[in-house]
């Protein structure tokens, strides 16, 4: 979609395109030894398990087979929130987004201010003819230094209606620094 501002002056009319969000192309492979790496614009990005720590939870939409999933992601060493969330289905990219919801709960467990606006939102659709139950959804976070780690998943069915992941390997949150400063 391009968007463009009309532009009254003297002589007429003038067209100026606004400027819009990069779009960026992802893809999601499975490495060797385990774990992921996430390619964004051909640049990698490997999976170092809670180094941007998370979690992941859906809950129902208003219509059947519209759910909403949404948790919080921050990299908890610099004290502010995920750069980037980044959702794949079957392996598929499906969703990228900036968290922008107030995770009021985590800065305050974490005492972290900076990582008050860590939570995020998005839809999920599940195609005609299929359950979610059948779908793997994957959410990773990316940092802005880099660093990218996949959140935790709810074991409950309650919780977490795809094909549960399994839970990945590592620690769910990596040690960190604060130095209360």
Avoid: C
């Avoid at 939409?61 to 948790?71: D, I």
């Avoid at 610099?78 to 980044?86: G, K, S, T, V």
């Avoid at 779908?135 to 709810?154: D, H, I, Q, T, W």
């Amino acid at each position: 979609i391009r968007t463009w501002f009309v532009l009254a002056d003297g002589s007429g009319l003038k067209f100026l395109e606004a400027p819009g969000e990069k779009t960026y192309q992802y893809n999601l492979s499975r490495l060797e030894g385990g774990g992921w790496s996430v390619e964004i614009d051909g640049q990698p990005y490997f999976e170092d398990r809670g180094e941007v720590p998370g979690w992941v939870t859906v809950s129902p939409g208003l219509a059947p087979g519209n759910y909403q999933v949404g948790g919080w992601a921050a990299d908890l060493a610099a004290e502010e929130p995920a750069d980037r969330i980044i959702a794949f289905i079957d392996g598929e990219y499906y969703y990228s987004m900036k968290p922008n919801r107030d995770s009021r709960k985590t800065a305050e467990q974490f005492n972290m201010p900076g990582i008050l606006h860590s939570g995020f939102r998005f839809p999920v659709t599940v195609p005609a003819g299929q359950q979610a139950r059948d779908m793997v959804v994957r959410v990773f976070a990316l940092s802005k230094a880099g660093e990218l780690s996949e959140l935790n998943y709810p074991r409950n069915r309650e919780q977490w209606v795809f094909r549960q992941n399994p839970r990945p390997p590592g620690p769910a949150i990596k040690p960190f620094r604060n130095t209360g400063e």
